[in-house]
């Protein structure tokens, strides 16, 4: 499986990007986007299952992030609205075998990783 972020780029506070992640084989267990800013640890952003019928968002983007998935063009998108300044990181896809609710925020459960997606937010 390989994962190819792309999509980032320079935005205004209060505004929205899309970013997107086609994958190029079937991922079967869970997708999730995580984020690292300069000087920080990886962290956790959102992640669904494959059927989609269970997602979970980080605190600090619920309510303004949304996590979806076409399954036609294998592609996994991540809405932001309303950016923040503390939104400014490189975005990073992740797929896993499978899908595990103790287990979807953590770095160490996924398997397969995109290159990462610049995000900017100015203030």
């Known amino acids: 499986v390989q994962l190819q972020a792309s999509g980032g780029g320079l935005v205004q506070a209060g505004g929205s990007l899309r970013l997107s992640c086609a994958d190029s084989?079937?991922?079967?267990?869970?997708v999730a986007w995580f984020r690292q800013a300069p000087g920080k640890e990886r962290e956790f952003v959102a992640a669904?299952?494959?059927?989609?019928?269970?997602?979970n968002y980080a605190d600090s983007v619920k309510g303004r992030f949304t996590i979806s998935r076409d399954n036609r063009n294998n592609t996994v998108y991540l809405q932001m609205n309303r950016l923040k300044p503390e939104d400014t990181a490189v975005y990073y896809c992740?797929?896993?075998?499978?899908?595990?609710?103790?287990?979807?925020?953590?770095?160490?459960?996924?398997?397969?990783w995109g290159q990462g997606t610049l995000v900017t937010v100015s203030s």
């Open positions: 992740a797929a896993s075998t499978e899908y595990s609710s103790g287990r979807y925020h953590l770095v160490g459960a996924y398997n397969y």
């Open positions: 084989g079937r991922i079967v267990g869970g």
């Open positions: 669904m299952n494959w059927r989609g019928d269970r997602k």
